[in-house]
């Protein structure tokens, strides 16, 4: 019996004898409504195996994918025997996964995308029944600090696919870019996506990387991400970082600043004492700026950060002071509210909720907001027991941009060092948490920040194999041992070798 190293581990597995054999007798049949998912299958199995598995309404030999609405969100049964192969999914993501497991119970080649000579298709005889642990399974990526080309986003997404993953978030804007291309803001691209090289300034924390960089997506591209990873049953998340993280807009339109001189896309590193005046011509200009951002992303979470917004600007402001005047504020910070409030307005008129850090809870915040709990675990614990619901992050265990070990040649050594195995005790929910407050957690999500990823290889290098752990700290139900996880790990990196993924070694940073 071959044991078929899962990752992340099903809620069940049960071994039997026998294999079924994947050959050109084999079609696939699949239910009306889970065609689309058979057409992801035979387009993911054709470039290795050059096998077609044509769609067929019944087959002697034949991969069957079914629909079973009793089965539950997300969930599936794969049930392989020497007849046959049957994917039944509670809906159409459950299919989904279901197909996914089946090619990890391929050997690894299966990945490639050339024909793999003298490999036999065999898939062990099992029974898996699986399900979602979390609704919100999901990873960052900051293609604000660090453009990723939208081909390297596809690539991302099929990765995250294969873990079953299902919420990709894109920090679309930040201080030292703007990614999203705006119809009618036309400047927020052909200005805030580029910046020029840096004056380095004094302190790691002031330092850029001294390079120009540039580069946006425009909204057909937006749309292609869109529907690739709809089809993979992944959601995007958009967001768009107010009022704080906002210089690249400023740059662009320098009236949106406090006191509106002009500035530049930032290039350096760390939190920027620049933030958005709170002019309502500010709050109309980002409505603007939403309502084409809801109109390109479909989901039902819609992102504007609300993180790291220092408030030195304003209380040295009249013009701030005297609006604060006006709307009975006391506090600077209070402004921050004030402005996040008036945004999830507008979203939620289009029927959408608002999604932001962790520091939306010093204020009061609009119900229905998603929080995200990135300062430790503190924000989900406050959040859940205000009633909102939470996608917890928390910086010391699932932020990727942080160094993988304490070894002296580790490329990038930011941070703390969060290993593997930390990576794998992530737990989204707070311990201290009842069960009715627990259920407010959505799930969790890793973040991806890129300040010092100016590439896709660079981001490989640091996502994986942490993001497998997440992935199973995020579907899997059930106690999780490392020793157990750590030989699954080790057999799946052959996927993601035949996939091309330059993750980190268990023996050691590779010498670049
Ligand atoms: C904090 S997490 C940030 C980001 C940085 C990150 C670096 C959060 C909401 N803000 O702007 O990129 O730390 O680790």
Redesign the pocket.
Known sequence: MIHPMLLPRPTSVRHDDGFFLLDDTTALVAAAEARPEARWLQSALRPATGLDLPLADRAERAVELRLDGTLGTEAYRLDVTPAGVVVTGGDRAGVFHGCQTLLQLLPAEVYRRGEASGVRWAVPAVAVADAPRFAWRGAML?VA?HFMPKHDVLRFVDLMAMHRLNTLHLHLTDDQGWRVEIRRRPRLTEVGAGRRESQRGAGPEARGDGRPHGGFYTQDDIREIVAYAARRHITVVPEIDVPG?SQAAIAAYPELGVGGGPAEVWTRWGVNPRVLNMEESTVDFYRDVLDEVMDLFPGAVIGVGG??CPTTEWEKDPRTQELMRERGLRHAHELRSWFVRRLGEHVSARGRRLFG?DELLEDEVPPGTVVAS?RGMTGAVTAARRGLHVVSCP?DQV?L?YRQSEDPDEPIPV?VPITVEKAYAFDPVPAVLTPDEAAHVLGGQA?I?T?HMDSPRTVDYFAFPRLCAVAEALWSTGERRYEEFRPRLEHHLARLDAVGVEYRAATGPRPW
């Open positions: 900051d600090r993280h993180d790291e850090w990135w910086d932020y941009d941070a973040n920040w300040e």
